[in-house]
């Protein structure tokens, strides 16, 4: 058989502000693969389907020089992020060919992976009758988020209140309805009609647009708050320190505030955090809280996404050359639901 | 016998900025009482012995409409604060004239005390043979501040590193003793040289004066720390955030930055909660931990004070007419050790 194209979505510039597709990111058709005579050398050879465009994306294009949670992309080479493929070829015993995995792996249509450690890879079990994207949202990584930080972090009781911002998002959403399952009265933030309207539809009591309605003003008259889950820091996370009880918990999930204009922010209520016997919980989902929840996830939440008891939506995008584009998009908060580049066809 | 002068500390006016004895408290010598003849309704009669000067008393000097953690205290009234204080006559069963009490109690030479509710007042055992004003500190509040705040969100590890702010005083030089003894690295810090002397003659590691030395700086050297006890906020807060590392507990028993000049603050590493997966913890001792730790403080700690292996100073200023300056004094940060009063001799 002869070579195929095997397109790719290089990292090209480090971005200052938002990231520029055509200049930060490239769509590049220069590279071929054979994929009957590749050498796998003891690993796999499989096949792109989908690929997440997340938000934290932005964070890993950054210079190597600065430190943080995340490594750095590297000039010249294919961005990468999770994604579910088929598996075409494998020299790993136990994976055969046919079978579909969700890890990470760069945006590129064919990938050669070495190996596939468990704890970055998950083989996907097709008893569950969801979509294979599912395993980008709610059976993926923002699922886990979700599941494992309310999990460990929330303590919640019935008839408490929570605050979830990012609420349409697919962890927003998650969180919601874990809250709701818990038997707690829940307000939830997001930046469209369209998304308050999902996140009524999941079953938030208190949805409004922050673009339009005063954070603060309605934390005031629906507060006060024994959980926020924060995506945005700033601003709203100084009005939650206005507003929380005696108690709160704090998730601290992202501060999207911070991702494209880092630098010195003012707040009026850090205080609070002593006064009111608030806790703080950052965390980063895989390295803290994965390898104790993992197995809970894969027993719990495939039947809870199945059944309809969690909901979730996703918005996909066709072909790989529309990456950069969704990685903007999804950096501006314009997307409308989790966001998913189908890369091919399962066939 | 006689009516006796019961002298007292008026709270006379709300401080804007730092207190002004004579103006926003008065020492007042206009009332009597009778000493065998004074109705105890049930209660008992005390004669003060001690009163501890803290810090928290003032945020109780405010508009009485401002919500907070502690009670305003009342114009025209006596402030009250921590005391030790001998009974005199008693009508409560189990209390004897001739024994010791510490709780709260007001401002003034002799007080009637309506009970002696376990979670308000400690009855004094002798067979530990430390000073009566010790159950000011390293045995009282401060020392309880110390003692369950660390056992409760420390999750010290030998071989790490703790910064404890305010390292001079009652709670921070317990709270250094306590980590050494968990055998934590000790940063500390404090605003004198006879501070930072006797930070370094309790254990710790680093000592330093954050008047004449960058704080950040030292942590950039000495760090990445592990655990932080705060008692400052603001800038030393955003340095301790900078330099943390990953999975890094914050402990929040005070900011003295906010209580003289509250107001917006500007913060360069709240972001750093979340990426390097932080918990920051504030607490009320009193409210939250007492209760359930009680037991094992007065259990364990008598025994560690009596031994010597937490050691403790103080500061004792004779007569309740000194309070007013001494009071401004502490919110200065110009007391050497933890400051008591002196209000009579134990005769």
Known sequence: MPSVTNARVIFNDIPTGYPEPGKTTVYDESTTIDLDAVPLNGGVLVKTLFLSVD????????????????????????????????????????????????????????????????????????????????????????????????????????????????????????????????????????????????????????????????????????????????????????????????????IECGMITQYNNPGPETFKNIVNIMTKSLSVHGFIVLRELDDKLREEFYNVVPELVSSGNIQYREEIHDGLESAGNVFLAVQKGLNKAKAVIRVAEDV
């Open 55 to 250: 938000p934290f994306l932005r964070g890993m294009m950054r210079d190597p020089g600065i430190d943080s949670y995340s490594p750095a992309f590297k000039i010249g080479e294919p961005i990468y992020g999770y994604g579910v493929a088929r598996v075409l070829r494998s020299e790993i015993a136990g994976v055969e060919a046919g079978s579909y995995v969700e890890g990470i792996i760069s945006f590129q249509q064919y990938n050669i992976l070495p190996n596939l450690a468990p704890d970055a890879f998950h083989i996907i079990d097709k008893k569950h009758k969801v979509p294979l994207s599912y395993y980008l949202g709610a059976l993926g990584m923002p699922g886990k988020t979700a599941f494992m930080g309310w999990r460990k972090f929330s303590q919640a009781k019935e008839g408490e209140t929570a605050f979830v911002t990012t609420g349409a998002g697919p962890v927003g959403s998650f969180v919601i309805q874990l809250a709701k399952l818990a038997g707690l009265k829940v307000i939830a933030s997001a930046g469209s009609e369209d998304k308050v309207a999902f996140m009524r539809s999941v079953g938030a009591d208190v949805a409004f647009n922050y673009k339009t309605t005063n954070t603060l003003e309605i934390l005031r008259k629906e507060g006060p708050i024994d959980v926020y889950w924060d995506h945005v820091g700033g601003e709203t996370l100084d009005a939650a320190l206005e507003t929380a009880r005696v108690g709160g918990r704090f």
